[in-house]
T-cell receptor
Framework: NAGVTQTPKFQVLKTGQSMTLQCAQDMNHEYMSWYRQDPGMGLRLIHYSVGAGITDQGEVPNGYNVSRSTTEDFPLRLLSAAPSQTSVYFC???????????FGDGTRLSIL | AQSVTQLDSHVSVSEGTPVLLRCNYSSSYSPSLFWYVQHPNKGLQLLLKYTSAATLVKGINGFEAEFKKSETSFHLTKPSAHMSDAAEYFCVVTLRGGSYIPTFGRGTSLIVHP
């Protein structure tokens, strides 16, 4: 049972490069979310989706895009990487808004 | 709008002694409350949840938490700490009405001494 799978696990980018962080879940969950985790800040919501074709902004959406073409996949795109986007990124899914989230193991991203 | 305050950034205990991790919240609607644990270089794992049923919630690994509406608190406790409990703990609130933006506390690092 894979749960939530994030790829890659590690990535180093140069300022201005773009890339896509992948997230897939096999639990048929409607809700999916992307967070960033920075030291002493907890997790902050970047974007979320309540079902295929529906996305919305979280607390810190600037510099990131998402799409949800299928229930399973929820990729996060960095349009033009900046050093301030150096962070650990977590993807999570849940059946609905009131149920606990299942988290992937994270992507550690460094922007030079 | 909602907010979560974890009152201690670090808690240090000896193995076999009780654990108390404190969480206060504020919300405009009825909240759902969660505690998650994060071991190093891992994602978050659910410990327990409160979603308007019993106010004393039992979770995995001997942890429990009590929802106290009058004190707007949801403190996490365990009678006897194990070395394997050393990790980062996060208190999270979501609203059962309004916008869906789970709010995380900043985390409490639990240190367990032998």
């Amino acid at each position: 049972n894979a749960g939530v799978t994030q790829t890659p696990k590690f990535q180093v980018l140069k300022t201005g490069q773009s890339m896509t962080l992948q997230c897939a879940q096999d639990m048929n969950h409607e809700y999916m979310s992307w967070y960033r985790q920075d030291p002493g800040m907890g997790l902050r919501l970047i974007h979320y989706s309540v079902g295929a074709g529906i996305t919305d902004q979280g607390e810190v959406p600037n510099g990131y895009n998402v799409s949800r073409s299928t229930t399973e996949d929820f990729p996060l795109r960095l349009l033009s990487a900046a050093p301030s986007q150096t962070s650990v990124y977590f993807c999570a899914s849940s059946p609905n808004r009131d149920q606990p989230q299942h988290f992937g193991d994270g992507t550690r991203l460094s922007i030079l | 709008a909602q907010s979560v305050t974890q009152l201690d950034s670090h808690v240090s205990v000896s193995e076999g002694t009780p654990v108390l991790l404190r969480c206060n919240y504020s919300s405009s609607y009825s909240p759902s409350l969660f505690w998650y644990v994060q071991h190093p270089n891992k994602g978050l794992q659910l410990l327990l949840k409160y979603t308007s049923a019993a106010t004393l919630v039992k979770g995995i690994n001997g942890f429990e938490a009590e929802f106290k509406k009058s004190e707007t608190s949801f403190h996490l406790t365990k009678p006897s700490a194990h070395m394997s409990d050393a990790a980062e703990y996060f208190c999270v609130v979501t609203l059962r009405g309004g916008s869906y933006i789970p709010t995380f506390g900043r985390g409490t690092s639990l240190i367990v001494h032998p």
